[in-house]
């Protein structure tokens, strides 16, 4: 089965950089699409970026778009979120995810992935 391991959070200043990343193994297709999703104490779940597997398309909401990059390694098995010009207000578990079955473009509903990693905590703070 598919399996999502996250790695590369901790505790950063406002404005700083982090970049985390996503190891995943045991895809049977070729076409699949990751999506970063985020969710803060108290508040539901968001979408904050996907790519898909099969021509590399991106997506980013406003909150953070100019801010956030998604990036792939093939070779490695890696999707990668460059997140820039970080703010208190992206404090949260950031979780990867991998939708195996037809989406409509962009999916960033929970309910358009079948699979999700751990977690792990951003912290931005002073």
């Known amino acids: 089965q598919v399996q999502l391991v996250e790695s590369g959070g901790g505790l950063v200043q406002p404005g700083g950089s982090l970049r985390l990343s996503c190891a995943a193994s045991g895809f049977t297709s070729d076409d699949y699409v990751i999506g970063w999703f985020r969710q803060a104490p108290g508040k539901e779940r968001e979408g904050v970026s996907c790519?898909?597997?099969?021509?590399?398309?991106?997506y980013y909401p406003n909150s953070v778009k100019g801010r956030f990059t998604i990036s792939r390694d093939n070779a490695k098995n890696t999707v990668y979120l460059q997140m820039n010009s970080l703010k208190p207000e992206d404090t949260a578990v950031y979780y990867c995810a991998a939708a195996v079955s037809s989406v409509f473009w962009p999916p960033l509903g929970v309910y358009e992935y079948d699979y999700w990693g751990q977690g792990t905590q951003v912290t931005v703070s002073s």
């Open positions: 790519i898909a597997s099969f021509d590399g398309s991106t």
